[in-house]
């Protein structure tokens, strides 16, 4: 007899309900084929007698046989009943083996990538305050303007569907031409900008094409870790150079051997230094000396606060081996993987064909809708008001750790952008661990600048955060803050630091 799960008893209004279907039945009888309850070469019941037996239509019994045929698990032949037609190899335990404990076959690239995984972000809503770089306020994105725009996106459909530019949609390239003239002085065609996936997959295009395994790279220190590992996970050989507060070391790059050098000028990342004139004219020099290429990651230069703005990299002279990076995941929405390269001439045609094998293009309609907002001024109203939500937020942050911590905190990067990095000054790097666990129990979200650092244990006398702000109110900053102080006095008295 079949063994499949008891039939429900009848149901209020009197109707009958096996609560079998198809696909019930069809699970049950695989999982007895698989056990061996049912060996190769046995006889099933009739669909006509299986469905008498559990009060069903032989039709959702034939389902079900006609289900494990597709499959190779039974024989149907007209007039005879199923036949089991295959023996399940098992493993050592008897036990079907779904998946190995470990991978094996695996390329270097992907033996690299497991050896190096990033942890993926765990967002937690139960914080009253996450300080955690990157996130961004949903009351800040222009919901309305958005929708409208894509709306008219949609309902602009050309007449047929089909794959488009791999370097993007036309329309959005040329807005982005006049926008990137506008506000980052950039000049440049629109056959030099590729529209990519977020600044991510921008990074990924320009390791996998200008780096080789056993190349040197070289990278600031402490620098983005996702862009540090895409670059390894090439091979290619990290070589860290020191930041201060006019930027990367550039004299320091005549010591180190690299054909690629990732850079974050405009608000170093996490330090928040700006590079000074003379590094940047050090770097270009380098980089043409060396015929090497320059990677600018220009990722929130549209916030800027208590400095005037200094052009990019890509806007200077001799400026033709810098390869620039721009996103709209800090002035409009991470979600929207919406990115652009801007790459020198040689380049365009080798970034295109890597674009079309990557995943042919990025998603159309919000490549319309984006350009619709740029060429109509919108976006560009939009970062204006943004720029001063957050500078708001950014005083509210500053005032905080200055009313609760006063000279135990020390903040840096505060000109620009969307963090700040606060060192606390009575803390040793030993006490991080308690103090991140003693404020999340607090309910405040608070991150280690450690992963940045090429050596995250190397002995610092201080301990810092890095702080964003940009998806918290004016009020959660203050409270995540008083907060924080709470926490601080548990984890320094625990550890006895005056």
Known sequence: MVQLPPRKQNSPSGNSSSGLGARGIYESLR?????????????????????????????????????????????????????????????????????????????????????????????????????????MSASDFPTLAWRKAMNDAALGRPPKLSYGDPCGSIRLRAALQGYLWRARSIRCEVG???????????????????????????????CYPMARSVFEMTGAIAAPVEVDAEGIRAD???????????????????????MSMGRRQQLLGWAKEKRAYIVEDDYDSEY???????????????????????????????????GYVVVPRELQEVFAHAKRLTDRHAP??????????????????????????NARRRAALLDA?????????????????????????????????????KAAALGVGIYSISPHYFDPALDRSCFGLVMGYASLTESQVHRGIKLLRGAYEEATSCGGVS
């Open 31 to 135: 999982e007895q084929i698989v056990a061996e309850v049912y060996g190769r070469g046995d006889v099933l019941p009739s669909a006509r007698a299986l469905a008498v037996e559990l009060g069903v239509s032989r039709t959702t019994v034939t389902s079900a046989y006609e289900q494990l045929a597709a499959e190779g698990f039974v024989v149907i032949r007209h007039g005879a009943r199923p036949r089991v037609a295959i023996k399940i190899a098992h493993s050592e335990s008897g036990d079907l083996v779904h998946a190995a404990a470990q991978p094996h076959g695996l390329s270097a690239f992907a033996e690299r990538l497991r050896c190096r995984a990033i942890p993926m972000r765990v967002a937690s809503e139960k914080l009253v305050a996450d300080f955690r770089y990157g996130d």
């Open 192 to 222: 030099e900008i590729v529209v990519v996936n977020g600044s991510q997959q921008g990074l990924d295009l320009c390791a996998r094409l200008l780096l080789d395994e056993g190349d040197g790279f070289a990278i600031e220190e402490p």
């Open 252 to 274: 320091l790059l005549a010591y180190v051997g690299a054909r690629l050098a990732y850079v974050t000028p405009s608000h170093q990342f996490p330090l928040g230094s700006v």
């Open 304 to 338: 800027r606060f208590d400095m005037n703005p200094i052009p990019p990299l890509r806007a200077l002279g001799g400026a033709s081996n810098v390869i620039y990076i721009g996103t709209v995941s800090k002035t409009l929405s991470p979600l929207l993987r919406i």
């Open 364 to 389: 159309s309609l919000e490549q319309e809708a984006l350009a619709t907002l740029v060429e109509s001024g919108a976006y560009e109203a939009h970062v204006r008001k943004a720029r001063r939500q």
């Open 401 to 437: 750790l200055q009313a609760e911590f006063r000279d135990l905190v020390r903040v840096e990067g505060a000109e620009a952008g969307l963090h700040v990095v606060a060192w606390f000054t009575g803390m040793p790097p030993a006490m991080a661990a308690s103090f991140i666990e």
